[in-house]
Structure formats: C-alpha cells, structure tokens
C-alpha cells in the first residue's frame, strides 16, 4: 500500500526565514513524488514533481530513497507563500493515480 | 485559468438521497479523475477515467459511480448518500501524452443531513 505522511499540520515562520515542508512516503516500488499547492481561493494546481528536478517560486524538493522523503524547501519564504501544500505519490507506470497527504498550512507572517 | 470547472458549487442532499456531479474537463484532456476531500484531510482518489473507460479506482464502494463523455464532460454519482459523503468533490482533468500535470476543477461542497 501507498502512503504519504506530512507530519506538520500548520508551519508558522515570518517573512525571510527558511522553510521546510517535511514528507515521508511509504511505497514498495519506484515511486514518482509531486508537491502540489492551494492558495486562499484558488484551486489545487501542482508545484512540482520530484523527476522534473527543478525550482517553482524557489522552492525545491529532493527525493531521498534512503529516508523515504520528499520535503519541500524554500530558503527565504516570502508572505505570498502562504498557502496550503500537499505531498502527493503515485505510482510508477504512468496511472498517476495520486495519493495525496493530509496537507501542511504554510503561514508566513510579516 | 485551467478550464476546468464544476458544477454545481454548493450542494445540500438528504441522506439516502442520490446526487449527480459534473466536471467539465480542459479542452483535449483524455483523463478525468475525482477525488473526495473531507475537512482537513488530503483529496481522497475514487476513479480515474480514461477515454471513457474506468481504469483505475480508489476505496470506494459501488455506490460511487462515474461516466466520462466524448466532449470532455464527466459525471460522478453517488447513491443512497450517507452523512460521511459529506465534502468536498474535486475533479481533475489531464492529457495523458503530457504526463501527470493535472489540472484541478474548483470542487462541489456536498453537504448530506
């Protein structure tokens, strides 16, 4: 079975500061990782996906195998970053049927 | 703007009731899926369709049904409703040549009493 964990209910830092937005997953295969980011009233869009291996807003995100993790990083968080990330997992052979951790709330503070 | 929308946005059943769902997907997406999203948790993934075919489904019981249309429009159904159904029903559109960017409809608040 798949699973993605995101420890952090709510992550609170001011303007500037680094972020880190942890996820754990738990998948027997290869597993293909995305992070995905709802603002205040905008819908559910994706950020990024760990095979693209690029930077979205300056946020990035690695695949650690050995750890099982896929945390999402930004070192200067700015306030438009305030927003709602899911860690989401789908399997490998192109269903990308996603299952989606319970959600982080990002707030950056002034 | 994603070209995704659902309707209708709000929605009150009673339970036992039945209800219809409807997303209309972006322009050449080939691939819908729903997904149910209850307060504070993560969406939950009930099917996928592709090409009009069911290929792929979640823990969901027989009552939760779908049908995807040659023009890009797709239904999710759900019988005999229960309290639980209550959430919110999200619905996501993509092209599968394009690989797993997918794009999100604004979601139908189903509230059961």
């Known amino acids: 079975a798949q699973r993605v964990t995101q420890p952090e209910k709510l992550l609170s830092v001011f303007k500037g500061a680094p972020v880190e937005l942890k996820c754990n997953y738990s998948?027997?295969?290869?597993?293909?990782l995305f992070w995905y980011v709802q603002y205040s009233r905008q819908r559910l869009q994706l950020l990024l996906r760990?095979?693209s291996r690029e930077s979205i807003k300056g946020f990035t995100a690695d695949l650690n195998k050995g750890e099982t993790s896929f945390h999402l990083k930004k070192p200067f968080a700015q306030e438009e970053d305030s927003a709602m990330y899911y860690c989401?997992?789908?399997?490998?052979?192109?269903?990308?049927?996603?299952?989606f951790g319970r959600g982080t709330s990002l707030i950056v503070h002034p | 703007e994603t070209g995704v929308t659902q309707s209708p946005t709000h929605l009150i059943k009673t339970r036992g009731q039945q209800v219809t769902l409807r997303c209309s997907s972006q322009?050449?997406?080939?691939?819908v899926s729903w997904y149910q999203q209850a307060l504070g948790q993560g969406p939950q993934f009930i099917f996928q369709?592709?090409?009009?075919?069911?290929?792929g489904r979640g823990n969901f019981p027989p009552r939760f049904s779908g049908l995807q249309f040659p023009n890009y429009s797709s239904e999710l159904n759900v019988n005999a409703l229960e309290l639980d159904d209550s959430a919110l029903y999200l619905c996501?559109?993509?092209?599968?040549?394009?690989?797993?960017?997918?794009?999100f409809g604004q979601g139908t608040r189903l509230t059961v009493v």
């Open positions: 322009s050449g997406h080939n691939t």
């Open positions: 996501a559109s993509r092209n599968d040549r394009f690989g797993a960017e997918a794009f």
């Open positions: 369709y592709y090409r009009e075919e069911e290929n």
């Open positions: 998948y027997s295969g290869s597993p293909e």
């Open positions: 989401a997992l789908s399997g490998s052979g192109g269903s990308y049927i996603p299952t």
């Open positions: 760990h095979i």
